[in-house]
């Protein structure tokens, strides 16, 4: 997260996980995706753009009415090892105003973010768990179709 903003968290959760399984479970899904499904309930859907900015970083655009200012805030997960060698999933979150009142709002907003986006690390981190837990194993793949010739018994 190389932008300027106005307030910045971060969440560290530590997985019991191998860290390239978990980074394939974090790129095979929507990661953030819940995070606008819970947002967008708030009535948000016309204020809102959403997008993913990058591999790993997601960015939330709020227009706050036509004569006033929007928000912005990013969010960044990221997948490494401690120093321990241990992994470790880190949600990183920035925000920040376009004007002074937009900033304002941004702050006082911002615990609001922190804790949407606290609960949403620790579901991540529970998610990649439960997927290294499990026995998984490749489907079998299925045999060919075979093609056979059917007269129209005239």
């Known amino acids: ?4 903003y106005d307030v910045t968290s971060t969440f560290v959760q530590t997985i019991d996980a191998d860290p390239d399984t978990a980074k394939e479970v974090l790129a095979t899904i929507d990661p953030m995706r819940s995070v606008v499904d819970r947002l967008m309930a708030l009535g948000l859907d016309d ?3 959403w997008s993913r900015t990058g591999a790993e970083t997601y960015s939330l655009i709020w227009r706050f009415g036509p004569e006033a200012g929007h928000a912005r805030i990013d969010w960044k997960l990221a997948v490494e090892a401690d120093s ?3 992994p470790m999933l880190t949600l990183q979150v920035g925000g920040r105003g376009s004007d002074p009142d937009a900033r304002v709002r941004v702050l006082r907003a911002w615990l609001l973010v922190e804790e949407l986006s606290k609960g949403h690390a620790a ?3 529970h998610m990649v768990e439960e997927y290294e837990d499990e026995d998984y194993e ?3 793949a299925a045999p060919a179709p075979r093609l056979m010739a059917v007269g129209m018994g005239l």
């Open 138 to 140: 490749e489907p079998e």
């Open 123 to 125: 579901r991540l981190a």
């Open 47 to 49: 204020r809102v753009i």
């Open 84 to 86: 321990a060698g241990r």
């Open 1 to 4: 997260m190389t932008r300027s």
